[in-house]
């Protein structure tokens, strides 16, 4: 059967669980984890992105490290960055908290 196209083939392995599969298979017998194109949404690192910056900040990091579209490199990187801006934003919400306390003080 030919691979359409965009859709990368099965390596064997389930990512998840282990298991060997059929090139074919879309999705796990034991696990039931998607495999290639039918990896489940909220493991592709676009929307990772999105929930990290959006409403789950760093507990968005199990999803970076389970994630079989990142290496091992990769998954570092994406947590440093992960871990860096929500204490970028956890800064600047405290300063700006401390802003607002300053202001109404004052009144």
Request: proline share 7%.
């Amino acid at each position: 059967m030919a691979t359409p196209a965009g859709v990368v083939p099965s390596p064997g392995h389930c990512w998840s669980c282990g298991l060997a599969i059929d090139a074919d298979d879309r999705y796990c017998r034991r696990c039931g984890q998607g495999q290639g194109a039918f990896i489940a949404w909220y493991y592709r690192p676009l929307w990772i992105v999105l929930l990290a910056l959006t409403m789950l900040g760093p507990f968005a990091l199990p999803l970076v490290w389970r994630t079989p579209h990142l290496d091992r490199k990769g998954k570092w990187l994406a947590s440093i960055a992960v871990v860096a801006v929500c204490g970028y934003v956890a800064w600047e919400l405290v300063v700006a908290v401390r802003e607002i306390g300053r202001l109404l003080g004052d009144v």
